[in-house]
T-cell receptor
Framework: DGGITQSPKYLFRKEGQNVTLSCEQN?????MYWYRQDPGQGLRLIYY???????QKGDIAEGYSVSREKKESFPLTVTSAQKNPTAFYLC???????????FGNGTRLTVT | GENVEQHPSTLSVQEGDSAVIKCTYS??????FPWYKQELGKGPQLIID?????GEKKDQRIAVTLNKTAKHFSLHITETQPEDSAVYFC??????????????FGKGTHLIIQP
């Protein structure tokens, strides 16, 4: 069954620590995306990648980093520089030139 | 850049009644308008979309209408059922292929279906 897998579902970290969120897809999609969702807010784009070894900043990239070494994988690192990291993080993918966004089931990150 | 406003933020309707969620957008170049449904603890799923060369699109109990002149589009759900309870997001894109790097989301509407 094709889809996007995000792990873990819940993640707890202490302030000042970097943390990496995993995202894997087996849809053979070229494009992958990270969104952040806060209560009462829409989905805000953090980073996106249209092809392996290339990625672009979205609207709220500060304090985050990504890599795209494999087509299937697009991990997101939340660094200690992110001032308000507690949020629900969603990974998505799509065919390279448009098409439907397919989302994973998200990772809820809590930083204390 | 594009700005998408979505109303209402919360909508409560009786089971069997209709629900309407409205969105406005600012960029007249936007040409792709998807709607996503997000159930609790899950990622959003596309439920219907419309392109700017079409004024209305229907899929069973769900329909979307688009008014390009007024720059607004709406989601209509008829004969609502308990499983329709969720958060609904509208979005707009200026990208010619509807690619998500140009997708701007509304803030969402929490639809509650009362039994």
């Amino acid at each position: 069954d094709g889809g996007i897998t995000q792990s873990p579902k819940y993640l707890f970290r202490k302030e000042g620590q970097n943390v990496t969120l995993s995202c894997e897809q087996n849809l053979n999609h070229d494009a992958m995306y990270w969104y952040r969702q806060d209560p009462g807010q829409g989905l805000r784009l953090i980073y996106y990648s249209q092809i392996v070894n290339d990625f672009q900043k979205g609207d709220i990239a500060e304090g985050y980093s990504v890599s795209r070494e494999k087509k299937e994988s697009f991990p997101l690192t939340v660094t200690s520089a992110q001032k308000n990291p507690t949020a629900f993080y969603l990974c998505a993918s799509s065919t390279r030139r448009g098409g439907t966004l397919h989302f994973g089931n998200g990772t809820r990150l809590t930083v204390t | 850049g594009e700005n998408v406003e979505q109303h209402p933020s919360t909508l409560s309707v009786q089971e069997g009644d209709s629900a309407v969620i409205k969105c406005t957008y600012s960029d007249s170049a936007s040409n792709y308008f998807p709607w996503y449904k997000q159930e609790l603890g899950k990622g959003p799923q596309l439920i219907i979309d419309i392109r700017s060369n079409v004024g209305e699109k229907k899929d069973q109990r769900i329909a979307v209408t688009l008014n390009k002149t007024a720059k607004h589009f709406s989601l209509h759900i008829t004969e609502t059922q308990p499983e329709d309870s969720a958060v609904y997001f509208c979005a707009a894109s200026w990208y010619s292929g509807g690619g998500a790097d140009g997708l701007t989301f509304g803030k969402g509407t929490h639809l509650i279906i009362q039994p």
